[in-house]
């Protein structure tokens, strides 16, 4: 149980273009979802959080107008890279988190398997 | 502002071999740790984690030592696998427990097992 997924797993788009990058809880619904950004051999850094039916709240110097997050229902939230550049190029990473504690502790975040975008 | 780092970048180890990756944190407020695993091109998974009302835990192969008077954490690995070979992040998670209680990753460190 408590699974997430990600699709794409990879995608490679020209500069310019945008992206969309779903992210989706198989089996448990996730009241909180936060997306994450990677550059090789660095951490995790958190770009915003997302509560189903609410506006994601966005982390200090990520630009809410380029990183767009929707987080419609309890089991998807999507991120979109509009007017993507090569330096968006990195690895995205979701989690989903499940307050009422059904799909295991209520703080506990269970992590999406990352989607690598490259920008040409 | 908040911070958690790790003292060592890099470690490499003899399989068989018990393993410590340590991690220091900045926040005394913190209540609740988490030890990740990374291998190359996936997302995190969960190893372990700890309350700040406890100062160890065992699961299976693995302890994580709580030390909040000097606020380090460390993540031991009994008779490492070279399947352990990957990169660990602690990380730690805000006081209070709220709804949008924010993770705050660690810089890693790279655990290399040599055969």
């Known amino acids: 149980g408590a699974v997430v997924s990600q699709h794409p797993s990879w995608v490679i788009c020209k500069s310019g273009t945008s992206v969309k990058i779903e992210c989706r809880s198989l089996d448990f619904q996730a009241t909180t979802m936060f997306w994450y950004r990677q550059f090789p051999k660095q951490s995790l850094m958190l770009m915003a959080t997302?509560?189903?039916?609410?506006?994601?709240?966005?982390e200090q110097g990520v630009e809410k107008d380029k990183f767009l997050i929707n987080h419609a229902s309890l089991t998807l939230s999507t991120l979109t890279v509009t007017s993507a550049h090569p330096e968006d190029s990195s690895f995205y990473i979701c989690?989903?988190?499940?307050?009422?504690?059904?799909?295991?502790?209520?703080?506990?975040?269970?992590f999406g398997p990352g989607t690598r975008l490259t920008v040409l | 502002g908040e911070s958690v780092g790790l003292h060592l970048p890099t470690l490499s180890v003899q399989e068989g071999d018990n393993s410590i990756i340590n991690c220091a944190y900045s926040n005394s407020a913190s209540d609740y740790f988490i030890w990740y695993k990374q291998e190359s091109g996936k997302g995190p998974q969960f190893i372990i984690d700890i309350r700040s009302n406890m100062d160890k835990r065992q699961g299976q192969r693995v302890t994580v030592l709580l030390n909040k008077t000097v606020k380090h954490l460390s993540l031991q690995i009994a008779a490492t696998q070279p399947g352990d070979s990957a990169v660990y992040f602690c990380a730690e998670n805000g006081a209070g427990g709220g709804a949008t209680n924010k993770l705050i990753f660690g810089t890693g460190t790279l655990l290399a097992v040599q055969p």
């Open positions: 997302s509560n189903e039916g609410s506006k994601a709240t966005y």
């Open positions: 989690s989903a988190r499940d307050l009422r504690g059904l799909a295991g502790k209520h703080n506990e975040q269970f």
